[in-house]
Nanobody
Framework: QVQLVESGGGLVQSGGSLRLSCVASGNIFDIYVMGWYRQAPGKQRELVAASTSGGSPNYADSVKGRFTISRDNAKNTVYLQMSSLKPEDTAVYSC???????????????WGQGIQVTVSS
């Protein structure tokens, strides 16, 4: 069984920083893409950042220059370093992975449970 477990959320003041982590557990050989989505109250879920194996990361325009996504493939972990946080970054952040290669096949469209990030003004 494969699952994604996030950590690192919490409450931070405007202008502060947080780092989110997401670990994919299981007998994993490779993960094609890992990323982060977020959903604020009353808003649609949006892609924050994604990292494709061997490719360049993608970012939402609203976080470019402030957030950095990185991966440790040996640990099946993706990180989201968030800096210069703004109150509008407040949301539930969810880890996402696609194309997870296991010994018995591939898993697609896997989600973590979500983690709250709150930025106070």
């Amino acid at each position: 069984q494969v699952q994604l477990v996030e950590s690192g959320g919490g409450l931070v003041q405007s202008g502060g920083s947080l780092r989110l982590s997401c670990v994919a557990s299981g007998n994993i050989f490779d993960i094609y893409v890992m990323g982060w989505y977020r959903q604020a109250p009353g808003k649609q879920r949006e892609l924050v950042a994604a990292s494709t194996s061997g490719g360049s990361p993608n970012y939402a325009d609203s976080v470019k220059g402030r957030f950095t996504i990185s991966r440790d493939n040996a640990k099946n972990t993706v990180y989201l370093q968030m800096s210069s946080l703004k109150p509008e970054d407040t949301a539930v952040y969810s880890c996402w992975a696609d194309g997870i290669q296991l010994s018995y096949g591939r898993v697609y469209d896997l989600w973590g449970q979500g983690i709250q990030v709150t930025v106070s003004s």
